[in-house]
């Protein structure tokens, strides 16, 4: 049962996102990834397996989606104001999601510790486990126009 529900997306607002969670931010907490991208974009991630997230975009056009590395995960960024969402990784059908918190309507003040973590020694299969036991599953993921 969710009880908190952080809504977000780009600056311009092509992406849009609901994020249902069943605790509160400080109990979740915040990620600092220590790969090159998230380190370049400042990301502050968060998710919570027992929660749901709802991904709009209005203009699928504007929509990158960035891979890098092991390749497992797209980055979703806004083409027009460059603004990075999240990451999200498929696997059999089915969706999980990390949401960037600095892309959150309201978004946490900066003296929430973001816990650096570091996944350079997983290889691809061990990569999508984690993510599927610990990201959020992504409940829709809805690409219209205008």
Not at 63 to 70: D, N, T
Not at 104 to 119: E, K, L, T
Not at 126 to 134: H, P, Q, V, Y
Request: aromatic letters at 10%; one cysteine or more; proline letters at 6%.
């Amino acid at each position: 049962m969710t009880q908190y529900r952080f809504t977000g997306g780009c600056h311009c607002g092509n992406l849009r996102f609901a994020f249902d969670a069943t605790k509160e931010l400080k109990t979740l907490g915040l990620r600092a990834d220590m790969c090159s991208f998230c380190r370049s974009h400042g990301a502050r991630t968060t998710s919570d397996p027992a929660g749901a997230i709802r991904i709009t975009v209005r203009d699928p056009a504007k929509l990158s989606r960035y891979r890098f590395g092991l390749k497992t995960a797209d980055f979703l960024i806004c083409r027009d104001c460059g603004v990075y969402i999240g990451a999200l990784t498929e696997d059999g059908g089915k969706m999980w999601f990390t949401v960037n918190a600095n892309s959150f309507d309201d978004r946490p003040p900066p003296d929430i510790p973001a816990v650096p973590r570091n996944f350079d020694g997983e290889d691809v299969p061990a990569r999508i486990a984690r993510r599927k036991k610990t990201w959020t599953p992504v409940a829709e993921f809805v690409l219209t126009r205008g």
